[in-house]
């Protein structure tokens, strides 16, 4: 329901959101700089990992698309943020899984993150091509040994990152 053709939300409004998921086609890094509540996280960053996720894209889409599973980080300033933002917008609340961006149906497993209370370390997403995609919450705070050592498809930093983190 992103993004329709007509209407009040239709695409032809968000033109910079357009151009920046146009703009994963052809680019290894895509920033979308902004005003506060103007749809970065949920309508770019999340709507973006949510396709690559689930293999599943609109007609429309001109940006990158995977045919398999990825594997993703998705990362704010710290964890209760992360949690709080990224978390709760993508796989919805505690009490109402599956009520985010993200399809509940594609929805296959989660794991505890320790530490922060009802905070997700791990989840996974059923991908169209029948693999499972796997994504992780990090935070800034952890520091930059968090992000090191294994390869990623991607990496979703909301709010800019300190230079070690990045």
């Known amino acids: 329901s ?10 032809d409004k968000y033109a910079k959101h357009m151009m920046a998921l146009e703009a994963t086609a ?6 979308m700089m902004a005003g506060n509540r103007t749809g ?24 990158r698309r995977w045919n398999r599973p990825v594997k993703v980080w998705l ?5 209760t943020k992360t949690r709080d933002i990224l978390q ?12 985010g961006i993200m399809p509940a ?24 091509s029948g693999g499972v995609s ?3 919450f990090k935070s800034y705070d952890q520091g930059r040994t968090a992000f ?6 991607i990496i979703g930093l909301d709010e800019e990152p300190p230079m070690p983190v990045y």
């Open 134 to 136: 796997v994504g992780q």
């Open 88 to 99: 709760f917008k993508l796989l919805g609340m505690p009490n109402a899984r599956g009520e």
């Open 40 to 63: 970065k996280t949920e309508g770019f960053l999340l709507f973006a990992i949510t396709c690559a996720m689930t293999g599943e894209y609109p007609d429309w889409w001109k940006g």
């Open 2 to 11: 992103y993004y329709p053709a007509t209407g009040p939300l239709s695409r």
């Open 105 to 128: 149906d594609n929805i296959v497993n989660t794991t505890a993150k320790s530490g922060i209370r009802e905070a997700i370390d791990t989840f996974y997403i059923q991908h169209k």
């Open 26 to 31: 052809h680019n290894r890094h895509v920033w």
């Open 148 to 153: 090191e050592g294994t390869e990623q498809d």
């Open 75 to 79: 990362a704010s300033t710290i964890g």
